[in-house]
């Protein structure tokens, strides 16, 4: 790192100020991609802070192998390289932080070779850090073209129908992160420029119906003009309320091609399935998750872990992979998925979560995660603030319905949260199966047993243990032994050491003692009984 960095060891804190260093340090540490041991990182507080009071002159080995490494005054260094060594790969890790999370930060800190007293540096146009080498394909971000309505209903009153129809649904899919929403340019009767750049055209009639206006939607693959989706919407009789009825449709066409499991994107998780995790773009990586979401296996899991963590580091500024990447930490702590580090993914899913958010603030998606994640680990005030903007960023949309109905369930409010998902159900035939876990501990709550049974008849993971867990609760609870029996048998071969960790896995996600011990007396009646 110190080879970008060509200021001697006299150039510290008079180039930037006493302030923009320490707010570097912080920013440093806070980071997931540094990657610096715990050691380390004092190492690198404790150089930065001694040049910062004016006693760079005492940063030597000896100092730091004391009073950073705990080493005695009878230190010997050409015996003991500990601090040479510990230096080289603090080196290291502040250059991988500046190559991932710091290509933008104001301030550089470095620590040259045959020093160990830091360097600090106002970021300036021909200091920059070595690019790297992969380009970043914007073709792997799917793009659509949307076009104006046709109006088919013969009434010239109702051509203004057509253009705002296309209007509102490129507002609705630009707010979708993950569309690259293309706008066509009139010619001639057609349209030109960017009809050759878009992967998907979307295209709408407007006809008379039985009941008054109806619209058809059509969404092709430009590349085969294949067919891939389309379907017919009411707009009702009233021309009083075509305005609502135009956002209903918008929102509905929305969720259905765009959200996470849509139309595009299994289109294009189909095309890219075969390939190795190295070998994805980031779309490509992304979509690994919704293999994993509806297979539920170890081995999908994996593959998607890997896959996301090689867009992070093609695409490092992409909010949509750190948020991704927490949920699936978020899993590993919740589950306690054996073969990795409880503890660490906690700490991961907290870091990356915040980090997808600070990325893209705007984004509800990074909101909705990171809301999740302060559930999961027990601060329901923050993870009530978070989805409640997540909520206020598009609050009529369905695309994201149902994941905020679900956080707000799990923090508690249960009514706003059902009332989200329901919704969402109604809307959206391509929602995520889970949200019934919020709906069935919305039943459990309130003692209706066999409309809680009923939320899980919806449940498709066969694979994860929550699935047996949540029906042997509600058959203990309706007496259907036999059956509730059956649940835990399959509870117990997912998850064998749930009698001695099952209060603390319910503990992730069930926050309520009302919901709480209905859980445990249920799993008791089918014979579990947990410690």
């Given at each position: 790192?110190?080879?970008v ?35 380390q ?16 002159d ?28 510990q ?11 500046y190559l ?5 930060d ?8 045959g ?11 021909d ?10 394909d ?6 659509i073209l949307i ?6 209903t ?5 051509d ?9 649904l ?12 293309l706008?066509?340019?009139p010619a001639g009767?057609?349209?030109?420029a ?15 119906g ?8 059509t ?9 891939l ?11 009083a ?16 091609i765009?959200?996470?499991?849509g139309?595009?994107a ?5 095309e890219s ?11 490509e ?9 509806q297979?539920?296996?170890?081995y999908h899991f ?9 867009a992070?580091d093609?695409?490092p500024?992409?909010?949509k992979?750190?948020?991704?990447l ?9 589950y ?6 409880i503890r660490?993914?906690r ?9 997808g ?8 998606y990074?909101?909705?995660v ?5 559930v999961?680990?027990?601060?329901i ?8 903007l997540?909520?206020?960023?598009n ?12 956080v707000?369930?799990l ?12 919704k ?10 889970y ?6 501990g ?5 003692n ?6 009923q ?8 694979q994860?243990f929550?699935?047996?867990?949540v ?28 009698p ?5 896995l319910l ?25």
């Open positions: 790192m110190s080879q960095c060509q200021k001697d060891s006299s150039a510290t804190a008079e180039d930037v100020s006493s302030q923009a260093v320490r707010s570097q340090l912080a920013r440093i540490l806070i980071s997931p991609e540094f990657t610096a041991t715990e050691s990182r004092n190492f690198l507080s404790f150089v930065v802070q001694q040049t910062l009071d004016g006693h760079s005492e940063i030597k080995g000896f100092t730091v192998a004391t009073r950073v490494f705990g080493r005695g005054n009878d230190f010997d260094q050409a015996i003991d390289p500990i601090v040479s060594i230096a080289n790969k603090l080196r290291r890790a502040l250059e991988r932080y991932v999370d710091g290509q933008t104001p301030v550089l800190i470095d620590i040259p070779k020093t160990y007293i830091p360097v600090f540096s106002p970021r300036q146009e200091i920059s850090f070595p690019k790297r080498t992969e380009a970043v914007t073709g792997a971000w799917p793009t076009h104006p309505f046709v109006n088919l013969g009434d010239k009153k109702l203004w129908l057509g253009p705002g129809f296309a209007s509102e490129r507002m609705e899919l630009t707010r979708h992160q993950d569309l690259q929403v706008k066509g340019i009767g057609g349209y030109r960017a009809d050759s750049l878009a992967r998907f055209v979307l295209d709408g009639e407007i006809l008379n039985t009941a008054g206006l109806e619209v058809i939607v969404l092709t693959d430009a590349r085969t003009n294949l067919q989706w389309s379907n017919r919407l009411d707009c009702g009789a009233d021309p309320q075509l305005i609502n009825f135009q956002k209903k449709i918008v929102q509905t066409v929305t969720a259905q765009g959200c996470e499991q139309v595009i299994k289109k294009i998780f189909t399935s075969g390939k190795a995790p190295e070998k994805l773009k980031t779309y990586a992304i979509l690994r998750f919704l293999e994993f979401s297979s539920r296996t170890e994996v593959q998607a872990l890997n896959a996301l963590q090689h992070r093609i695409e500024r992409c909010s992979v750190w948020s991704m927490a949920r699936l930490y978020i899993i590993i702590y919740s306690e998925i054996s073969g990795f580090a660490e993914a700490e991961k899913a907290i870091a990356y979560a915040e980090q958010a600070k990325l893209a603030p705007d984004s509800q990074a909101r909705i990171l809301a999740l994640v302060r999961v680990t027990d601060e005030t923050a993870a009530r603030k978070e989805v409640q997540a909520c206020a960023l609050p009529n949309s369905i695309i994201q319905a149902d994941a905020i109905g679900y707000m369930a923090s508690g409010d249960w009514q706003q949260g059902s009332e989200l998902i329901r969402a159900i109604r809307r959206n035939p391509y929602y995520p199966d949200v019934h876990y919020a709906l069935w919305n039943w459990i709550r309130q209706n047993y066999e409309q809680a049974y939320e899980t008849m919806h449940l498709r993971g066969p994860v929550w699935e047996p867990l029906k042997a609760v509600a058959l203990g609870n309706l007496g259907r032994l036999e059956e509730g029996r059956d649940c835990v048998a399959d509870l117990l071969r997912l998850k064998p050491d749930f001695e960790r099952g209060r603390i503990g992730r996600y069930i926050k309520f003692d009302s919901i709480t011990e209905p859980a445990v007396n249920g799993l008791k009646k089918c014979g579990l009984e947990l410690e």
